[in-house]
């Protein structure tokens, strides 16, 4: 099974790091992406801009409307995410929990998905 383990924090306190803060945070992430990627059951990993640089489409008009930054107001952004191969949700809690301790603050929100090729079967 498949999970998509989703970043969320707060923009304004991971956009205030300096440079080696920042450093910091993704050289202790590096290890945990080893670790995955080691055994296997890392996907791809995703770093999202800043909201600043996002644009809405909203599909409920007619035409759709178009607006420039994220859907929603919130404490804590998405940020990021990873999609990582585990055989149970205790698996993927265990990788959330070690992502985690390199990157103290907000929250992992972890689901699963189906992966999808279009024309293929799903996964």
């Not at 990021?80 to 698996?91: K, M, Q, T, W």
Request: some cysteine; hydrophobic content about 40%.
């Amino acid at each position: 099974m498949h999970y998509a383990i989703l970043c969320y924090h707060s923009e304004d306190i991971v956009c205030a790091w300096t440079k080696e803060e920042d450093d910091a945070v993704m050289a202790r992430l590096s290890l945990v992406h080893e670790k995955l990627d080691a055994q296997g059951r890392l996907g791809p990993v995703v770093r999202l801009l800043p909201t600043t640089a996002a644009t809405t489409l909203r599909k409920d008009s007619d035409p759709p409307l178009v607006l420039d930054g994220p859907f929603a107001e919130t404490k804590e952004q998405l940020l990021g995410f990873y999609v990582v191969d585990c055989a149970s949700l205790d698996e993927a809690l265990d990788a959330a929990r070690d992502l985690a301790k390199a990157n103290p603050g907000g929250a992992y929100e972890l689901r699963p998905i189906s992966i999808f090729h279009p024309g293929k079967a799903g996964e």
